[in-house]
């Protein structure tokens, strides 16, 4: 080897010690993290990787806690049908993650005996785990020489080394340098570290350089340019949608529920009846041809707004009272709380019913939220 790789790997070395020590120190309690000494239960962890994907800490725990309180083992969440998956996973979002999330555990329970596969490549093929997911729970249940780059990483990685290029162009290039620094001995630990630090130290703004143990080490801070990295590519702006949504109560309190195709946009949840989203709000005459079924349908004030990944939604909604139930699509609610509701159709819902008329117990305990 001649001297300058050598050198190189000796400070990776280096960084990596140096990182391991501050995470013995430092290291954060999560529901999902092994205590010290204790081995990582790889059921654990992939749930908690696949529930973290685009999702923070904070709005993961409880449904956490929920899914392996009623769920313990990967067989008995295997064993369940995906309406009961969806109905705990309700608020999430990203619902194909869910989909894929018992998909995944139907093939562990029934092809692997229950054990999951402890490589990455191997995890890789299960639905739902891409490259990240697959190095994190390789590395953290299994100890893998792994690399796990999530935008948290990325943004250390580029602050370590000074990336001044737009992160888009440079994530092969932030993939290989993580790499480099995994140590052969404690790579689960070292990815958590890198969360951690990235979550606690190196935040987006205004990072805490003082407390982090690559201070001296750091690129961007020699430069005190760490403010300004990463560099983001220009926001694309994200279109505006509208449409209308009907909520129809019976005389029992009982609303009108329909599930959404398995396949798309928030596949198999439930909601309200909904128009077709388009550029702008149906008129009151056009919404009355999209309503599920003829009834005094009133325009409640307001609109509903939700943002999703690639586009904006606004939604007008209506409201009807009737005595008897027509015979239509769909299955009346009464316990709100028991259906696979995505947050904006909880959304919708609550507007609907929020009139000074009676509320579901469900629609008072989502205000809370
Ligand atoms: S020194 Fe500052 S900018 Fe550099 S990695 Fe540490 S926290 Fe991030």
């Known amino acids: 080897m001649s001297a300058r790789p050598a050198i190189r790997q000796s400070r990776n070395s280096d960084r990596a010690q140096q ?49 392996l309180r009623r769920w313990p083992t990967v067989k008995k969440l295997a064993a369940v049908p995906l309406d009961d998956v969806l109905t705990v996973w309700a608020g999430l979002g990203y619902y194909a993650r869910a989909r894929n999330l018992h998909k995944a555990a139907k093939i562990v329970a029934e092809e692997f005996g229950g054990r999951f596969p402890d490589t990455a490549e191997e995890l890789r093929k299960l639905p739902g785990i891409g490259a990240y997911t697959s190095g994190a729970i390789a590395a953290i249940a299994f100890d893998r020489q792994e690399v796990a780059i999530d935008a948290n990483a990325e943004r250390v990685l580029a602050r370590l080394y000074a990336i001044e290029e ?71 702006e994200r279109p505006l949608k509208r449409g209308a949504a009907f909520v129809a109560r019976d005389a029992t309190g009982a609303v009108l529920l329909v599930k959404r195709p398995e396949k798309g946009l928030l596949g198999g949840m439930m909601q309200p009846p909904l128009g077709p989203w388009t550029e702008d709000f149906p008129s009151a005459k056009e919404a009355l041809l999209q309503a599920p079924f003829r009834a005094e349908w009133k325009r409640r004030a307001g609109i509903v707004r939700h943002g999703f990944t690639h586009f904006e939604l606004e939604i007008e909604v209506y409201t009807a009272h009737i005595d008897k139930r027509p015979n239509t699509e769909g299955r009346w609610i009464e316990d709100m709380s028991a259906a696979a509701l995505p947050t904006i159709m ?11 008329g009676p509320l579901f117990g469900y629609a008072k305990s989502a205000r809370r939220r």
């Open 19 to 67: 990182l391991l020590a501050w995470y013995d120190r430092h290291r954060r309690v999560l529901p999902w993290r092994a205590k010290r000494g204790e081995r990582a239960d790889p059921y654990r962890v992939w749930l908690s990787e696949i529930m973290l994907q685009q999702t923070t800490v904070a709005a993961v725990a409880s449904y956490y806690r929920e899914f």
């Open 346 to 356: 909880r959304k919708i819902v609550v507007h609907a019913l929020d009139d000074g």
């Open 166 to 236: 737009p992160i888009a162009e440079v994530k092969a290039k932030l993939q290989t340098l993580g790499r480099a620094l995994v140590p052969e001995k404690r790579a689960g630990d070292f990815a958590q570290a890198l969360m951690d630090l990235g979550a606690t130290i190196c935040t987006p703004k205004r990072p805490a350089c003082l407390n982090c143990p690559w201070m001296k080490d750091c690129g961007a801070r020699k430069r005190a340019i760490q403010d300004l990295l990463p560099v983001k590519g220009a926001e694309r």
